[in-house]
């Protein structure tokens, strides 16, 4: 049954074309993942569907009520930004709508909240579609992914982790039609200069033949002809190859290898360690006493509940508070998406060199890995949206005179193309990361160990975040039953000593162990 169908819907910002689609539908039970680039109209293809905005052409017919659960929400509130998003999805949810558009809904929640979310919508028997950066979200939910790209919805079947395997056969089979294309380019090339070169000999009369034989046997007229037959051809492969399906060469992600300041001295060893430190606001305790070491090139999360005290882990770091000792080769850069490092009347390239050691060879590498390509990097900040600003802000860290990257929520508000060009550059970055995040799928990627915060208590552990997931402590054996087996072991070998040779000794040695395990016993 379809509740809402959308046909030929147009949508300009000033002369942009911003939405351009044909067809679209919701059916019952749907749940659609809509993903795109920053500034790609997610947000304004949600608002056209829930008629908050109108499109310059096009209908939009629902045969439910539709609810939007909105990006910005009114944060003039004591709530914290997470209580304030789980109003704002209870309030929607209690309308009880038959289509419900909710973008980005994970916006400050912790993981827990998240996977209460999850579960939510789950039993949610209306149909779903959500814009989100969360990939983990995304796959837990969805079974079909809408693709925003130059305004046109392309539709995938699957959860986004199904998506990305469909985009990879893509890109595949477009390197293959790359290939196939250049063959036969190269082909249809070497045709045409062997065509031109064979006319070119085609008026030249052979050796073997006198002036005139050739003018018996009328041989001006027939290397003309056969000239003109070969031109003719020529001008044919001219023509299949102007008519060739040009197939652009897909951009290749350039590698980095950076050098770190004091690497010899930094990696492999201890430079971060936290002896006895507690964590307090006033006379909250956020978290006990807690001692933990960071060796250089480690990458660690740092994950708990919204309130839990992560960024005040992080700024007790970064201020080297009583029992924080860092090293002295210890370079720490903080990124928090703080965008007044930027000055928006230089470029891209200017901002980033500003503050960098590296060479401009380098910084071009590291800005195409954000996908500013070629010119792109001379665009002033000015004219970038939101998300561009905030990547500009991170390569300019990146590449700063640093060897440890400690970041606050990096990805919030980013597209998912941004996120994983973040994770494409931290999964190769040699020096310390400690971050903290909700979004599980870029903590899985990037980090070493999971450091948690919780019931107050601070655990270091060394693996994966699934890991770290699936990891069941084993049970502590009692020390007690333990002592008891060893008595029960002991009275064992006497008693056969003592069936072979009986004494007074081994006697008194019996029945003070058996003395012994009866303590124990009754303790």
């Known amino acids: 049954m379809i509740l809402l169908e959308a046909k030929n819907l147009k949508y300009y910002i000033k002369d942009r074309l911003l939405i351009d689609t044909e067809h679209l539908y919701i059916q019952k039970r749907d749940r659609i993942g809509l993903v795109g680039r920053n500034g ?21 017919s629902a045969q439910a009520r539709c609810e939007l659960l909105p990006q910005l929400k009114n944060t003039n509130t004591t709530k914290s930004g997470g209580e304030v998003t789980q109003d704002y999805i209870n309030h929607v949810l209690s309308k009880k709508p038959g289509i419900l558009l909710a973008d980005e809904p994970t916006t400050n929640l912790d993981t827990k909240h998240i996977e209460k979310l999850e579960k939510q919508l789950k039993r949610w028997q209306g149909a779903i579609v959500i814009v989100s950066h969360d990939r983990a979200f995304l796959d837990s939910l969805c079974t079909i992914i809408w693709e925003l790209n130059e305004g046109k919805v392309k539709e995938y079947k699957g959860n986004y982790s199904e998506y990305v395997a469909q985009k990879e056969l893509e890109r595949r089979q477009h390197e293959n039609a790359y290939e196939q294309f250049e063959k036969k380019k190269k082909q249809l090339e070497e045709a045409l200069v062997l065509k031109e070169q064979k006319a070119e000999r085609a008026m030249k009369l052979p050796k073997k033949i006198s002036p005139s034989e050739a003018r018996l046997k009328g041989a001006k007229p027939y290397f003309a002809n056969k000239q003109k037959k070969l031109r003719k051809t020529a001008k044919a492969i001219e023509t299949r190859l102007e008519k060739l399906d040009e197939v652009q060469k897909l951009k290749e992600m350039p590698s980095i290898k950076m050098d770190l300041p004091n690497e010899e001295t930094f990696k492999g060893r201890v430079v971060l360690r936290f002896k006895d430190v507690s964590g307090l606001i006033g006379e909250r305790i956020l978290w006990n006493l807690t001692s933990f070491d960071v060796r250089g090139g480690d990458k660690v999360a740092i994950i708990g509940e919204n309130g839990s005290g ?15 000792t860092k090293s002295p080769s210890m370079k720490i850069g903080y990124f928090s998406q703080n965008l007044d490092v930027l000055n928006v009347n230089d470029s891209i390239l200017e901002n980033v060199h500003s503050t960098s050691h590296q060479d401009e060879t380098f910084i071009r590498t590291v800005l195409a890995r954000l996908h500013f390509f070629r010119e792109d990097v001379y665009k002033k900040i000015e004219v970038l949206s939101g998300g561009e600003r905030v990547k500009v802000a991170f390569a300019k860290l990146f590449v700063s005179n640093i060897n440890t990257l400690i970041l606050d929520e990096p990805t919030n508000f980013l597209d998912i193309d941004a996120v994983e060009a973040f994770e494409s550059l931290l999964q190769d970055y040699e020096g310390t990361v400690l971050l903290v995040s909700h979004d599980r799928r870029f903590i899985q990627t990037i980090a070493s160990r999971i450091l948690s915060i919780v019931n107050q208590e601070i655990h270091m552990f060394e693996g994966t975040f699934d890991e770290y997931k699936h990891y069941v402590p084993q049970k502590k054996r ?9 008595l029960e072991t002991k009275i064992s070998e006497v008693l056969s000593r003592l069936s072979i040779e009986p004494s007074d000794e081994l006697e008194m040695e019996f029945q003070k162990l058996l003395a012994e395990k009866r303590k124990r016993q009754e303790q």
């Open 40 to 60: 790609s109209g997610k947000t304004t293809l949600l608002e056209i569907l829930a008629n908050k905005k109108t499109p310059e052409s096009g209908t939009v």
């Open 310 to 324: 992560k960024t005040t882990l992080l700024k007790k770091i970064i201020n080297g508070e009583n029992g924080v």
């Open 478 to 486: 009692d020390t007690k039953e333990d002592e008891i087996l060893l």
